[in-house]
């Protein structure tokens, strides 16, 4: 199966899977309202939520550690592998793991991190990134895998099965467990986990250290929150009522513990993100929750998995960051499809960003020369009824033509019609 098609085979399963978890919401809009309410509230109050949640952190024995950047998240993952001389670190899903390119970065160091999430596994395994926020390996079909472990036919659970019994020991022998988190709760200090594995669990838990990844985005105000955001998240991001392991952590093991690491590190990480909230309009992408739901209705995603920009969020807050300087593809291809908001749970615009992205970017000057000059006789074509009524026809197909030749053969091109609008007009009431 192809990456695309295998994807198409997936969200249908999703979509279904979807349908019967939000059943568990009596009223789902209402439930979306509410969590973009409390989202709003985190993002607009972090400086303070931070801040109680840095104080409650610490009061339990956990250590903060603030990341202007991604080398300094790095500088920090480094420092305290070295200094615990770690051999064997683990790690499970994580998407600011993947943002600052932990993996690549600390190899450089000769440190090597193993992943223990399946999908990462798997994708890891292959040399390849995450295909999915949610589901890491979703591109790859079943027989994809089991050719490249050199397996003979087996199914997904019993491929996960291998996996588990290729990582039972690396839990055992693991100096030092990374984790990223869904959510950092101000009061009373803590660290949420949802995952389906347990593998974050075990990473959280077994070795002596245990490291957070975070944006400073992840706040939300209290514990209170949770039975909403919980569910939701869930239903939104797996189509599941609520994800098998979830796990609230508020600081390394006590006395009176069983288990649990010694030290207990949370780095929060910025990379950026305090520009994007400079954006009046374009702020609301900080409010997301990584659910991966907009991704199955990104169209440019759903075909091509492999594009630089893979999920609309980072589409809007990658241009941004970057100061519109290198990411011209995310601001110009990034197809503007109004239904995104509807998919979202915590309601995010994106259609909105989007444009708001193209029009900051062609204030700043990056618009393309080519652009300028396509929409230059675009609008004299438009604005001239002889041009529309005679050229404007075999401009129109020359342009449709070319359009859906760079599409690589992935949608008919529409035919024109023999005569416009305004032609069909003139002949129906006889004006010469
Ligand atoms: S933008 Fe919305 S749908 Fe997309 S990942 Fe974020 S919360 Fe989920």
């Known amino acids: 199966m192809n990456p695309s098609n295998q994807l198409h085979y997936v969200k249908a399963k999703y979509d279904a899977a979807f349908k019967d978890a939000s059943l568990q919401f ?71 793991a993947e943002e600052i390119l932990l993996k690549e970065r600390v190899g450089i160091e000769g440190l090597d991190i193993i992943e223990t999430d399946a999908g990462d596994y798997i994708a890891d395994s292959m040399d ?97 929150y949770l039975d909403l955001f919980l569910p939701l998240l869930s239903t939104y991001g797996t189509g599941q009522k609520l994800t098998a392991y979830n796990s609230i952590i508020t600081g390394p093991k006590q006395p009176e513990d069983l ?19 400079e954006h009046e309009v374009q702020r609301q992408a900080s409010t997301c929750i990584k659910c991966g739901a907009c991704q199955f209705n990104w169209p440019v995603y759903m075909s091509n998995p492999a594009t630089n920009f893979s999920n609309p969020i ?9 100061n519109f300087e290198s990411q011209e593809e995310a601001v110009r291809n990034s197809l503007l499809d109004g239904n995104l908001m509807d998919i979202c749970p915590v309601k995010i615009d994106i259609q909105k960003l989007l444009i708001e992205n193209r029009k900051e970017s ?40 070319g359009l859906y030749k760079s599409d690589r053969g992935l949608r008919e091109t529409p035919s024109i019609a023999p005569q416009s609008f305004n032609e069909q007009w003139r002949d129906k009431l006889n004006i010469k």
């Open 259 to 277: 288990d649990g690491p010694e030290e207990l590190y949370v780095i929060i990480i910025d990379n950026g993100r305090s520009t994007v909230l």
């Open 128 to 224: 390849e990134h995450s295909g999915h926020m949610v589901l890491p390996a979703i591109h790859k079909s079943v027989e994809e895998i089991n050719s490249h472990f050199g397996l003979n036919n087996l199914a997904p659970d019993q491929l996960v099965g291998v996996i588990r019994d290729r990582l039972r020991e690396t839990y055992l022998q693991a100096d030092i467990g990374i984790t990223g988190c869904n959510f950092l709760i101000a009061d009373p200090g803590a660290i949420v986990i949802t995952e389906n594995e347990g593998n974050a669990q075990l990473c959280a838990s077994a070795p002596k250290t245990h490291i957070v990844l975070t944006g400073i985005d992840k706040i939300l105000p209290s514990l209170n």
């Open 362 to 401: 062609v204030e700043k000057g990056f618009e393309p020369r080519a652009n300028k000059l396509f929409y230059f006789f675009w609008k004299k074509a438009m604005l001239n009824r002889d041009i529309m009524n005679w050229k404007g026809i075999k401009a129109g197909k020359y342009i449709m033509e």
């Open 26 to 96: 009596k009223n789902l809009e209402l439930a979306r309202e509410r969590a973009t309410h409390a989202r709003w509230k985190a993002i607009e109050n972090l400086d303070s939520y931070l801040i109680e949640f840095e104080a409650n952190f610490i009061k339990s024995g956990g250590k903060i550690i603030w990341a202007q950047d991604s080398l300094e998240a790095i500088d920090a993952v480094v420092k305290i592998s070295k200094n615990a001389g770690a051999q064997t670190i683990i790690k499970s899903k994580s998407s600011t």
């Open 314 to 322: 980072s589409a809007v807050t990658a241009p941004l960051i970057d």
